[in-house]
Every structure is written in C-alpha cells, then in structure tokens.
C-alpha cells in the first residue's frame, strides 16, 4: 500500500428489520472500525443507494425522499438480513449486483436459517458470505478480505458477475428450522 | 456488601444461568462487546429484548385469539421472537420457539396455545434472572468495583 497518512474507514451499510439485530451488528461492526449506516428495510437501503427512483439514469435527485445520489454516498460493504418484510434481502442482493454504478461493492447475506438451497441461490446471486445468525464477531473479521479487495485498483471481474439470473422462485422466508450446523464454518471462497 | 463478595456472587449466578441452559454463549459475545467506551451495551440489547418480547407475546396472544386463526402471521411472529432470543442467547426461549413453529405448521389451535404458554413462561423466567444478573453488576459498580459482565 502507498503511504497513506490517515487510515480510511470502511463504510458498512447494515440492513436488518430487528432492532436487536441491528444493534449488535452495528457494535460488531464498529469494534472493527468500520463506520456503520444501520437501515431497517431493504427499500431504505435502496434509497440510500440512490437506487429507489431510476436505476443510474436519475439526475435530478427526488425532491421527496432523502434520497442521496449514488455519487456522493461511498459504501464499502452491504450487509443484509435475508428475511425482511417488504424486499428481501435476496431481492436486494439482486438489484444491487444488476445496477452498473453498484455491482462492485460486496454484499454479505445474513440468515436466522440454514437452508443450503437460500444459501446457493445468495452465493450464485453474487454474495460473497452467507453468515449464520447470530452474527459473531467471527464472522465480521471475514470482512476485511472482501473490502480490501474492492478498494483502490479494480481488479479484474472476479466474481462471475455475468451469471444467468435465475428467476427459479424463491422460497418462503418462513421455512422449518434446520439443525444449527455453521455452514460458514465449511464455507470456502 | 464487599466488592468482591459481590464479585463472587456474579460470578456463581452467571455460570449458574448457562449450567441450568437459561443463557448460551450468544450471551458471552453479547458481554464481550461491552467495554469502556460502550459500558450499557448489555442492558441496552437486554432491555430491547423485554420490550420487543413483550409486545411479540400479546401480538400472539391476540392472534390465536381471533376467530379465524392467521398462522402465516402467527409464525412471522414467533420467528421474530426466536430471532431476538437468538440474538442474545436465551436459549431456553429460543427453544420454546422452535416448537412452538411446529405446530404452527400443523395450524393445531390447542397446541399453539400451549406453546405461547410455555414461551411465555420461558421468557419470564430468563427475564427475572437477567434482572438479577443486571442489578449485581449495578451493585458492584456502585460499590466501586469493575463491571464483571
């Protein structure tokens, strides 16, 4: 690395319905020294993203909403619960990974079920983690190789960004619980 | 009380809440977030818990209570208390959840009812036994001690 003077923080964007959630998420986050936005719809995270009204041809920003322009908001990293009223996050994952400004900035799928068919389906969507709920701190120091590899000099695509977007449909967020084996454990990427 | 009489006492009824499987290690992480800089993080995740519990409990109660039972929306509910549970390692509630699922997926009325009982007391109990911990780690730092969470 060139010799930067300040160490720039990482910018998360968090998106969780459960207060609870979000909370710990957030603290994990932050004793990792990433600077956390915490939003509790996947519509609010796509309004965030300057994503909500048009895709990447708005420029004239929404008089209504708070809606930023994509441009001037730098996420780093989205970290999304799977099971939300609303937009999935699986839905978010997918209009995130088809939008051109923002295709690049990793996402991390959390998930309160283990279910390998919504595990596969996140990771072919483009996720780069599927965590386990409850998230630990574990977990979160998995980050830091997906930031760093996404800050200064773009590599070449590697991740299989042109993958066929399968419209299989998804699953029901509410499916039976599964015994709580800690697939990310096994996970290799 | 002396400090570390009262240090000694946490210590005991803390390994006793994981023993008697009340608390599991999501707990220990939730402990291991709080520190100098953010010295209320337990309290303030555990008091969201109560709050967020408490208003899950009468959203069933309410649920199974109408004529015709909605069970898609009983178990949204129940999967968000397990959720929360989960979250901060109240196992016991988190299990009660589980199977309180189950026989939402049988839409069995009688057996939702005792379910949400079982949760209930589930929750009443870990709660009373949270407040306790919470109100030894007040006793100490009042008495000058370090915060054992």
Same mark, same amino acid.
């Given at each position: 690395?060139?010799?930067?003077?300040?160490?720039?923080?990482?910018?998360?964007?968090?998106?969780?319905?459960?207060?609870?959630?979000?909370?710990?998420?957030?603290?994990?986050?932050?004793?990792?020294?990433?600077?956390?936005?915490?939003?509790?719809?996947?519509?609010?995270?796509?309004?965030?993203?300057?994503?909500?009204?048009?895709?990447?041809?708005?420029?004239?920003?929404?008089?209504?909403?708070?809606?930023?322009?994509?441009?001037?908001?730098?996420?780093?990293?989205?970290?999304?619960?799977?099971?939300?009223?609303?937009?999935?996050?699986?839905?978010?994952?997918?209009?995130?990974?088809?939008?051109?400004?923002?295709?690049?900035?990793?996402?991390?799928?959390?998930?309160?079920?283990?279910?390998?068919?919504?595990? *596969?389906?996140?990771?072919?969507?483009?996720?780069?983690?599927?965590?386990?709920?409850?998230?630990?701190?574990?977990?979160?120091?998995?980050?830091?190789?997906?930031?760093?590899?996404?800050?200064?000099?773009?590599?070449?695509?590697?991740?299989?960004?042109?993958?066929?977007?399968?419209?299989?449909?998804?699953?029901?967020?509410?499916?039976?619980?599964?015994?709580?084996?800690?697939?990310?454990?096994?996970?290799?990427? | 009380?002396?400090?570390?009489?009262?240090?000694?006492?946490?210590?005991?009824?803390?390994?006793?809440?994981?023993?008697?499987?009340?608390?599991?290690?999501?707990?220990?992480?939730?402990?291991?977030?709080?520190?100098?800089?953010?010295?209320?993080?337990?309290?303030?995740?555990?008091?969201?818990?109560?709050?967020?519990?408490?208003?899950?409990?009468?959203?069933?109660?309410?649920?199974?209570?109408?004529? *015709?039972?909605?069970?898609?929306?009983?178990?949204?509910?129940?999967?968000?208390?397990?959720?929360?549970?989960?979250?901060?390692?109240?196992?016991?509630?988190?299990?009660?959840?589980?199977?309180?699922? *189950?026989?939402?997926?049988?839409?069995?009325?009688?057996?939702?009812?005792?379910?949400?009982?079982?949760?209930?007391?589930?929750?009443?109990?870990?709660?009373?036994?949270?407040?306790?911990?919470?109100?030894?780690?007040?006793?100490?730092?009042?008495?000058?001690?370090?915060?054992?969470?």
């Amino acid at each position: 690395m060139s010799g930067i003077v300040t160490e720039t923080q990482f910018h998360v964007l968090a998106v969780d319905d459960s207060l609870i959630d979000r909370k710990l998420i957030e603290r994990l986050l932050k004793t990792s020294s990433y600077q956390v936005t915490a939003v509790d719809s996947g519509v609010k995270a796509l309004e965030y993203l300057g994503l909500l009204d048009d895709e990447d041809t708005s420029t004239d920003s929404n008089p209504v909403s708070f809606t930023k322009n994509h441009h001037e908001v730098e996420v780093n990293l989205i970290i999304t619960d799977y099971c939300m009223p609303g937009i999935t996050g699986y839905d978010l994952l997918r209009k995130i990974k088809e939008s051109t400004s923002l295709k690049d900035i990793p996402v991390v799928i959390m998930s309160s079920e283990n279910v390998p068919s919504r595990i *596969n389906s996140c990771l072919e969507q483009g996720a780069e983690e599927f965590f386990l709920k409850p998230v630990r701190q574990s977990d979160v120091n998995k980050l830091r190789p997906h930031l760093m590899r996404t800050s200064g000099k773009r590599e070449e695509d590697h991740q299989p960004n042109n993958v066929v977007n399968k419209r299989k449909p998804m699953e029901e967020c509410m499916s039976p619980d599964r015994t709580r084996t800690r697939y990310n454990d096994d996970l290799e990427l | 009380m002396e400090v570390d009489q009262l240090q000694r006492t946490f210590h005991d009824y803390h390994a006793s809440l994981f023993n008697e499987g009340f608390l599991d290690e999501q707990f220990v992480q939730l402990q291991q977030l709080q520190d100098e800089s953010n010295p209320g993080f337990v309290v303030e995740v555990v008091s969201l818990f109560f709050e967020d519990s408490e208003r899950l409990l009468n959203d069933l109660s309410k649920a199974l209570d109408q004529v *015709n039972v909605d069970f898609r929306k009983i178990d949204a509910h129940v999967h968000q208390l397990k959720g929360s549970s989960s979250s901060i390692g109240a196992q016991r509630v988190r299990n009660a959840c589980i199977a309180f699922r *189950n026989f939402c997926d049988e839409r069995n009325i009688e057996a939702c009812l005792q379910c949400l009982q079982q949760v209930r007391q589930e929750y009443l109990l870990v709660k009373t036994k949270l407040e306790a911990l919470l109100r030894l780690e007040q006793q100490i730092v009042a008495a000058g001690g370090a915060s054992p969470m």
